[in-house]
Nanobody, 115 residues
Framework: QVQLVESGGGSVQPGGSLRLSCAASRFTASSRTMRWYRQTPGKERELVAVNTSAATTNYSDSVKGRFTISRDNAKNTVYLQMNSLKPDDTAVYYC?????????WGQGTQVTVTS
């Protein structure tokens, strides 16, 4: 069974950094486009970053220049490095893989940016 497990969330002050991890199992993440989303209460889930199987990346305007998506293929893990964090970045962050038309999500990890 495909599984995605996020970790690395926590509470940080504005301007701080966090690195989120998304550990994949039962499939090879390097052969799939991997995505990070975030969601706050009452709002739709927002696409934050994309890393394609060709290793191209895309970011939402709200995080461009501050967040970096990357992979460690040996660990079958995708990362989201978040720098210069702002209170507006507070959300639950999810990773997603789409395999043969089915979307698989992790359980999410909470990021809170507050002074």
């Amino acid at each position: 069974q495909v599984q995605l497990v996020e970790s690395g969330g926590g509470s940080v002050q504005p301007g701080g950094s966090l690195r989120l991890s998304c550990a994949a199992s039962r499939f090879t993440a390097s052969s799939r486009t991997m995505r990070w989303y975030r969601q706050t209460p009452g709002k739709e889930r927002e696409l934050v970053a994309v890393n394609t199987s060709a290793a191209t990346t895309n970011y939402s305007d709200s995080v461009k220049g501050r967040f970096t998506i990357s992979r460690d293929n040996a660990k079958n893990t995708v990362y989201l490095q978040m720098n210069s964090l702002k209170p507006d970045d507070t959300a639950v962050y999810y990773c997603k893989a789409s395999i043969m038309g089915v979307d698989y999500w992790g359980q999410g990890t909470q990021v809170t940016v507050t002074s």
